[in-house]
């Protein structure tokens, strides 16, 4: 099955701090790749990769549960420490949520954590019905595209599969049970105005992490996808100088800029 276009994985040869970005459920690398890009001008090495059922079309993500959309992350963490001395795990939503595991699973080998509008869990009376529902009903509408910035837009499915939500769920419910686990520094950002992940999903994790080094920044101009809303560059700046302050060996040298190859979209 062809990927959507724009949804095609990233990645970035850079200097020798990494960053693995992490995208949500249902979405795509695309929700990340500016982002990822204003990384890759900074010279750091960048992972940005398609999860597992994401990016084709929403019945492929029936195939697929939280197990897979882990191991995909996890195993671009692991090639990432292979070639870089710090690394980075960012995250959006879900893809908050699948950051925050690595660092509670991969411990001194992941150096910081960010996340935006992370979710901690499946709300509602209806995530109580998915175990029975998701077999009667294939799927509900989706929750791409919640952004304010006029004409932003989401590459993401416009279906809810709910195989992959009740997989979602149990997730969210492992990794609630290992924020304790989570002692890297962490910078939490989160939007005012959310539709799809309330702010009690950041209150949450920010409770039960074990990190000292927290730092929270309210994001007052944007909707859920902060990374392609009014907000974005707000968040690419203050990850970059985030990554700065723990690794100062990640700044480039006198007289370098931040102009050069943007890296490559790899096919799916």
């Known amino acids: 099955m062809p990927v959507l276009p724009g949804a095609e994985p990233y990645r970035h040869e850079g200097g020798p701090v990494g960053v693995l970005l992490c995208h949500g459920f249902t979405g795509s690398p695309q929700s990340l790749r500016p982002w990822a890009e204003h990384l890759a001008r900074r010279h750091l090495t ?10 084709t079309r929403w019945q492929d993500m029936q195939l697929t549960g939280w197990p897979d959309w882990y191991a995909e992350v996890d195993r671009e963490l692991r ?45 509602g009376l209806a995530a109580h019905a998915l175990p029975v529902v998701r077999h009667m009903v294939p799927s509900t509408r989706g929750i791409v595209s919640d952004i304010a910035k ?27 049970g290992e924020l304790p686990q989570v002692t890297q520094p962490l910078l939490l950002m989160r939007s005012t ?12 994790v920010l409770s039960r992490v074990s990190s000292t080094d927290v730092t929270e920044i309210l994001l007052e101009q944007s909707y859920h996808v902060a990374t392609l809303d009014h907000d974005a560059d ?6 970059h100088a985030f990554i700065g302050r723990l690794t100062p060996e990640s700044a480039p040298a006198p007289g370098e800029g931040h102009d050069h190859e943007e890296g490559t979209a790899v096919g799916g």
């Open 193 to 204: 105005r959310d539709h799809v992940v309330p702010a009690a999903d950041s209150a949450r």
């Open 46 to 55: 960048v992972s940005l990769p398609l999860l597992p059922g994401h990016g």
């Open 79 to 123: 090639v990432l420490r292979e070639r870089c001395a710090h690394v980075f795990v960012l995250g959006l939503s879900m893809g908050g949520a699948l950051a925050l595991r690595l660092a509670a699973k991969h411990g001194d080998a992941v150096t910081g954590v960010v996340v935006v509008n992370p979710a901690n869990k499946v709300h």
């Open 234 to 239: 707000r968040i690419f700046e203050e990850t």
């Open 150 to 176: 006029e004409g932003g837009e989401e590459v993401g499915y416009d279906r809810v599969p709910l195989h992959a939500a009740h997989s979602l769920r149990s997730f969210l419910r492992r990794v609630d």
